[in-house]
């Protein structure tokens, strides 16, 4: 499973992405708290609801089952145009 | 036909290269955002444009399909730079191609308001002191 | 600014030209008429456009004039060809500049609408047998 | 007072422009009645209403008084854009 970061969030990460191999997370709801342990400062982010998920490149809702070959990216409100 | 790309691109060119293909146009209604002077009350250096590629082109055929259909449009254009713009320089490029002109105007308003919504680049502002991960208004 | 010309436009130049004057334009919506292959279920081959050229400049300076108080555009381009125009070419160009997308949209469509109600222009349209003085539908 | 014909008025009046020096019409309505006399083919347009009437390059309303100088324009429904 390949999470990759975009914007403001990759100051969070401190990288573009990475890979989850083992025990990875099956919900949007679990990766959030498998993130928050590994980058506290994301946990407000997270209680705000500001930041959007995309699972394969599309806008998901969160009871969305995650499988290891997906790739899921988060990313703040976009500002394109 | 959907361009994501770093460099300036010639409205002209860009244009005429769709328009010729279709001698059944008659409307063209095209928009184009340009990187502005003055934001948030500061002097504006550059923009840093940040893309999620794979997910843009996704997103951005979804929403010229959706136009297309809803406004039989006969052909469309969308070009989104990204990377480093300084002031003065086009950002994007919307153009929506069809027989009469009603249906063009509100198949651009459309595509632009859908892609400042949903599609996935983010501008980090760079100002002479600082710089700022702007987000669109809804 | 009013064009009222013989001769094609280059829509890169045309625009940048006057884009190049304000460095706080963000937003451009413009408009492009072309001469379609068909009308009325005829083939046409080509349009002879006549103009009143001196009431079509004050007609379109008060259009202009109007669109741009009521949107605070930051500027204005309008080009309408007239004479000899075949199949694919360009007639008319109208570009609304602002600071946001919403004014520049919404201008840009007042002022081809009026343009099209009151703007003292004639095509005469040629079809392979005969020809016909067009009207614009209000 | 010139007169100025456009699109396929011209056609009825096989001119361009005419020049109306003595007995100038007063009125638009008294207009009318001149160029029908001269056009016979021009009174249909008059009734059915679709002819358009310019002064000094403006849109009218019938009840302008006419000045020698004007220049005054008829044309049928416009079709630029």
């Given at each position: 499973?390949?999470?990759?970061?975009?914007a403001?969030?990759?100051?969070?990460?401190?990288?573009?992405?990475?890979?989850?191999?083992?025990?990875?997370?099956?919900?949007?709801q679990e990766?959030?708290?498998?993130?928050?342990?590994?980058?506290?400062?994301?946990?407000?982010?997270?209680?705000?609801?500001?930041?959007?998920?995309?699972?394969?490149?599309?806008?998901?809702?969160?009871?969305?089952?995650?499988?290891?070959?997906?790739?899921?990216?988060?990313?703040?409100?976009?500002?394109g145009? | 036909?959907?361009?994501?790309?770093?460099?300036?691109?010639?409205?002209?060119?860009?244009?005429?290269?769709?328009?010729?293909?279709?001698?059944?146009?008659g409307?063209?209604?095209?928009?184009?955002?340009?990187?502005?002077?003055?934001?948030?009350?500061?002097?504006?250096?550059?923009?840093n444009?940040?893309?999620?590629?794979?997910m843009?082109?996704?997103?951005?055929?979804?929403?010229?399909?959706?136009a297309?259909?809803?406004?039989?449009?006969?052909?469309?254009?969308?070009?989104?730079?990204?990377g480093?713009?300084?002031?003065?320089?086009?950002?994007?490029?919307?153009?929506?191609?069809?027989?009469?002109?009603?249906?063009?105007f509100?198949?651009?308003?459309?595509?632009?308001?859908?892609l400042?919504?949903?599609?996935?680049?983010?501008?980090?502002?760079?100002?002479?002191?600082?710089?700022?991960?702007?987000?669109?208004?809804?």
């Amino acid at each position: 499973m390949r999470i990759r970061y975009f914007a403001w969030i990759k100051d969070i990460t401190n990288k573009e992405d990475e890979i989850i191999d083992i025990n990875h997370p099956k919900s949007i709801q679990e990766l959030k708290k498998y993130l928050e342990n590994l980058y506290p400062e994301l946990k407000k982010h997270f209680l705000q609801d500001v930041l959007r998920f995309a699972v394969n490149q599309e806008y998901v809702s969160e009871n969305l089952n995650l499988k290891p070959i997906d790739e899921i990216a988060i990313f703040p409100p976009v500002s394109g145009g | 036909m959907i361009k994501i790309q770093k460099k300036n691109f010639n409205l002209e060119e860009e244009i005429e290269k769709i328009k010729n293909k279709h001698l059944d146009i008659g409307a063209l209604t095209s928009f184009v955002g340009y990187v502005r002077d003055l934001n948030n009350n500061k002097d504006v250096k550059y923009l840093n444009l940040e893309v999620y590629q794979e997910m843009a082109f996704k997103e951005l055929s979804k929403i010229e399909n959706n136009a297309t259909k809803k406004w039989s449009l006969i052909d469309t254009l969308i070009i989104h730079r990204y990377g480093k713009l300084v002031v003065n320089e086009k950002i994007v490029l919307v153009c929506c191609f069809s027989q009469h002109r009603k249906n063009s105007f509100e198949a651009c308003e459309f595509i632009m308001n859908y892609l400042k919504k949903d599609a996935p680049f983010w501008k980090n502002e760079f100002y002479y002191k600082d710089n700022e991960w702007l987000e669109n208004s809804s």
